[in-house]
């Protein structure tokens, strides 16, 4: 391994030069080698700010959870139609997760009665699967979680119920496209802000809002872990992206106003003015020359 000089860039990948960062670690000056590169950056962020940063083991279980979140979703796209409960969404998911030893994580998780969220036009995210049926010209989200051998894996998708409407259409359109761009600025050495300055960016240029309460979140060990990721933001905030950073990224963007309420069941979250709301969602981690979805699909 060649020498690191002190004005480098450190190679743990904080993006921070080597005096700032690894040169005063014990471990390293050791060790000058990946693996003890790999625990400074490692107890450093888990110190600073609480993040667990995932070896390629904990990855790779990650990765096989959210290859049954995506076939999941796959399965549920094939039954959206009109007249379709939104209960028989939750069946399929539910179903899916006892066939492969996988848990639902949303199912108990803080009183949350089902095991997956459905959100309906201008439900924005918690949707309670239940008797509501699924209309021509509808979107509807799903958004699920599994927990597989211990690793979590998030995703959702916005889909259109039929042929869908221009505003349909649109806000599905800016929703999955704002995903894309949050996920082209998730590089290690950048920024959160940088993913949700772009996140913003799109979703205002385009005449929409983004939802401000809630934001993307680690996730891989345990379903809601640091750091949170806002879907709106300024270049260069928050904390810098580091190599093994798992995490969601997941803007729920409304065709009308950002503003919010609380249904009486205390989970669903609708638009305020009644506009429709969609978001997409992946598990993705930060990787030494970019990223790399847990939770893969096309967005276009």
Request: hydrophobic share 35%; with cysteine; aromatic share 6%.
């Given at each position: 391994?060649?020498?690191?000089?002190?004005?480098?860039?450190c190679?743990?990948g904080s993006g921070?030069?080597?005096k700032?960062?690894?040169v005063n670690?014990?471990?390293t000056?050791?060790?000058?080698?990946?693996?003890?590169m790999?625990?400074?950056?490692k107890?450093?962020?888990k110190?600073?700010?609480n993040?667990?940063?995932?070896?390629?083991?904990?990855i790779?279980?990650?990765r096989?959870?959210?290859?049954?979140?995506?076939?999941?979703?796959d399965?549920?796209?094939?039954?959206?139609?009109?007249?379709?409960?939104t209960?028989?969404?939750n069946a399929l998911?539910?179903?899916?997760?006892?066939?492969n030893?996988?848990?639902?994580?949303?199912?108990?998780?803080?009183?949350?009665p089902?095991s997956?969220?459905?959100?309906?036009?201008e439900?924005?995210?918690?949707?309670?699967?239940g008797?509501r049926?699924?209309?021509?010209?509808?979107?509807?989200n799903v958004d699920i979680t599994?927990i597989?051998?211990?690793y979590f894996?998030d995703?959702?998708k916005t889909?259109l119920v039929g042929?869908?409407?221009?505003?349909?259409?649109k806000?599905?359109n800016?929703?999955?496209?704002?995903?894309?761009r949050?996920?082209?600025?998730a590089q290690?050495?950048?920024?959160?802000?940088?993913i949700?300055?772009?996140?913003q960016?799109h979703?205002?240029?385009?005449?929409?809002s983004v939802?401000r309460?809630?934001?993307?979140h680690g996730v891989?060990?345990?379903?809601?872990?640091?750091?949170?990721?806002?879907?709106?933001g300024?270049k260069?905030?928050g904390?810098?992206?580091?190599?093994?950073?798992?995490?969601?990224?997941?803007?729920?963007?409304?065709?009308?106003?950002?503003?919010?309420?609380i249904?009486?069941?205390d989970w669903?979250a609708?638009t305020?003015?009644?506009?429709l709301?969609?978001?997409?969602e992946?598990?993705?981690?930060?990787?030494?020359?970019g990223n790399?979805?847990?939770?893969?699909?096309?967005?276009g």
């Amino acid at each position: 391994m060649n020498k690191v000089g002190r004005n480098d860039s450190c190679p743990c990948g904080s993006g921070l030069k080597y005096k700032k960062c690894c040169v005063n670690n014990a471990a390293t000056k050791i060790k000058k080698g990946p693996e003890s590169m790999f625990q400074s950056l490692k107890a450093k962020y888990k110190k600073r700010h609480n993040i667990k940063i995932k070896d390629d083991g904990q990855i790779a279980g990650i990765r096989k959870s959210g290859r049954l979140v995506t076939e999941a979703l796959d399965q549920a796209e094939k039954i959206i139609r009109p007249g379709l409960e939104t209960e028989e969404i939750n069946a399929l998911v539910h179903d899916m997760a006892m066939k492969n030893n996988a848990i639902p994580a949303t199912l108990n998780y803080r009183g949350f009665p089902k095991s997956v969220c459905v959100s309906v036009n201008e439900v924005i995210c918690h949707g309670i699967p239940g008797k509501r049926t699924l209309a021509e010209g509808d979107i509807v989200n799903v958004d699920i979680t599994y927990i597989l051998d211990g690793y979590f894996a998030d995703a959702s998708k916005t889909f259109l119920v039929g042929d869908g409407g221009p505003d349909a259409k649109k806000i599905t359109n800016v929703a999955r496209e704002c995903l894309r761009r949050g996920i082209l600025a998730a590089q290690p050495g950048a920024f959160t802000g940088d993913i949700g300055h772009a996140i913003q960016s799109h979703a205002e240029s385009n005449g929409c809002s983004v939802v401000r309460e809630y934001v993307g979140h680690g996730v891989g060990v345990a379903f809601h872990e640091a750091p949170q990721i806002p879907h709106y933001g300024k270049k260069r905030d928050g904390v810098r992206l580091v190599p093994g950073m798992t995490f969601t990224i997941e803007p729920m963007i409304n065709l009308g106003d950002k503003k919010l309420h609380i249904l009486d069941d205390d989970w669903t979250a609708v638009t305020s003015d009644g506009s429709l709301s969609a978001q997409f969602e992946q598990t993705i981690v930060i990787t030494p020359d970019g990223n790399e979805s847990l939770t893969p699909f096309d967005l276009g």
